[in-house]
C-alpha cells in the first residue's frame, strides 16, 4: 500500500513538475520573442530619433542658407543702387563733356578764322592791339576748356572703372547667391527625404510596439498557465503527504515573526513594489536579499517542503517559473508558504520537513537573477505579501 501511494505522488510530480517545464519553456519564448520585438522597437526609436536630429540640422542649415542668400541679396541691392548712382554720374559727366568740347569747338573755329585775315588787313583796319588782345583771350579760353574736358574725362574714365569694380562684385554675389540657392533647394529636398523616412519609420515603430504587446498578453497567459500549474502540482502534494507520502507539519504557522532567510547578509538590494528593470516596469514579488555566492540560506519557519526545481544556470532572458532558477517552496501550514530563488545549490528534497533556522540552500545567481542574492517570497494562499510584514 506504501509503495502504492509513493508510486503515486511520484507519478503527479513528475507530471506536475513537467508541465511546468512545458508552460515555463513557452511562456520563455513568449519572453524572448517580446524582448526581440521590444529590442527592435527601441532600435527603430533611436533611428527616429537620430532621423529627428539629422532633420533639425538640416532645417537649421536651410534656415542659416536663407539668412546668407538674404544678406547677399542686400548687397546686391545696395550694389545696385551705387550702380545707378554712377550711371546718373557717368551721363552727367558725358552731357557736361559734350557742351564743353562744343564750346572748345566754338573758340577754335573763332581762332582759326581769325587767323585767316591777312596782316596787312589787321593794319589797315587799325585793329592791331585788339586783334593781338583778342587771340590771346581765345587761346587761354581755349586751354581752360581743354584743361576742363581733361579732368572731366579722366572723372568719367575714374567712374567707369569705379562702375566695373562694382558690377565684378555684384556678378560675384549674385553668382554666390545662386550657388547657396542651390545648396537650400539641395537641403529642403534632404529634409522632405527624412521626414519620409521619419514616417516610415513611425509605422514601422507602431507596427512593432504592436507585436511586442500581443507577445506579452500571449506571456501573460502562459505565465497564469504555468501559476495554475504550480498550485494544482503544489494542492496534489499537500493532499499526497497528508497520506503518509511526507510528514505533516507538526506546528503549523500560527503567526509571529519569520526567522531572517540570510544569516550572513541584511542588505536588501530590492524590496517588494514596483521596479523598472531591463527596460520595463514589473511588480517585485519578494525581498532580495544581497550576499556572495555560496552563502547558507535558511528555512524562515519550520514546514515541508513541497517543490524544488533544479539545474538551472543563470539567464536574463528567463521568464516564468524559470526565472525563479533554482529554487525551494516550503509550505509552514494555515495556507503560509515561503520560496527561495536564485539558489546556487539546493539542499533539501520535495516531502522533507525542515526545522526554522535550517540551512536549506546556498546563494546564487541562477534564473533571470543580475547578480549573487536570494530572492525570498511570503505568499498566504497563493497571493504574494511584502515579506518586510513578517520578518
Request: hydrophobic share 30%; aromatic share 6%; charged share 25%.
Amino acid at each position: 500500500m506504501m509503495k502504492k501511494i509513493l508510486l503515486s505522488v511520484f507519478v503527479i510530480i513528475i507530471a506536475c513538475t513537467g508541465s511546468l517545464a512545458v508552460f515555463a519553456e513557452t511562456s520563455s519564448d513568449y519572453h524572448n520573442q517580446y524582448l526581440k520585438k521590444k529590442q527592435e522597437a527601441n532600435q527603430t526609436q533611436e533611428q527616429i530619433d537620430n532621423v529627428e536630429q539629422q532633420i533639425d540640422k538640416v532645417l537649421q542649415e536651410v534656415v542659416d542658407l536663407n539668412n546668407s542668400i538674404l544678406e547677399y541679396q542686400t548687397q546686391i541691392d545696395k550694389l545696385n543702387e551705387q550702380l545707378d548712382a554712377l550711371e546718373t554720374s557717368i551721363s552727367e559727366k558725358e552731357k557736361d563733356l559734350e557742351e564743353k568740347k562744343k564750346i572748345l569747338e566754338e573758340r577754335l573755329v573763332t581762332m582759326y578764322m581769325k587767323k585767316e585775315k591777312t596782316f596787312l588787313d589787321v593794319v589797315l583796319s587799325g585793329n592791331l592791339m585788339n586783334f593781338i588782345s583778342n587771340q590771346k583771350l581765345i587761346e587761354q579760353a581755349a586751354n581752360y576748356d581743354n584743361k576742363l574736358i581733361t579732368e572731366v574725362q579722366e572723372l568719367k574714365t575714374s567712374l567707369e572703372n569705379e562702375k566695373n569694380e562694382i558690377e565684378k562684385i555684384k556678378k560675384e554675389k549674385t553668382q554666390k547667391a545662386k550657388e547657396l540657392e542651390s545648396l537650400k533647394s539641395e537641403k529642403q529636398t534632404k529634409a522632405a527625404n527624412l521626414s519620409e523616412e521619419q514616417k516610415q519609420l513611425e509605422e514601422k515603430l507602431a507596427s512593432q510596439k504592436a507585436a511586442s504587446e500581443e507577445f506579452a498578453k500571449k506571456e501573460r497567459a502562459a505565465i497564469a498557465r504555468e501559476e495554475a500549474a504550480r498550485k494544482a502540482a503544489q494542492s496534489n502534494s499537500n493532499k499526497s503527504g497528508s497520506t503518509n507520502a511526507s510528514p505533516s507539519i507538526s506546528n503549523p504557522y500560527s503567526g509571529g515573526k519569520l526567522n531572517w532567510p540570510c544569516p550572513s547578509s541584511s542588505r536588501i538590494t530590492c524590496n517588494y513594489g514596483s521596479r523598472y528593470i531591463f527596460g520595463y516596469r514589473e511588480f517585485h514579488t519578494g525581498l532580495d536579499i544581497g550576499a556572495s555566492i555560496g552563502t547558507n540560506i535558511v528555512a524562515a519557519e519550520s514546514g515541508t517542503v513541497i517543490y524544488t526545481q533544479t539545474g538551472y544556470s543563470q539567464n536574463l532572458n528567463a521568464y516564468g517559473m524559470a526565472s525563479y532558477g533554482n529554487m525551494i517552496i516550503i509550505s509552514h501550514g494555515n495556507g503560509l508558504t515561503t520560496r527561495y530563488a536564485h539558489c546556487n545549490n539546493v539542499y533539501v528534497s520535495v516531502g522533507q520537513s525542515v526545522s526554522r533556522g535550517e540551512v536549506i540552500g546556498a546563494v546564487g545567481t541562477t534564473g533571470c537573477s543580475t547578480g549573487p542574492h536570494v530572492h525570498f517570497e511570503v505568499r498566504e494562499n497563493g497571493s504574494h505579501k511584502n515579506p518586510l510584514n513578517y520578518l
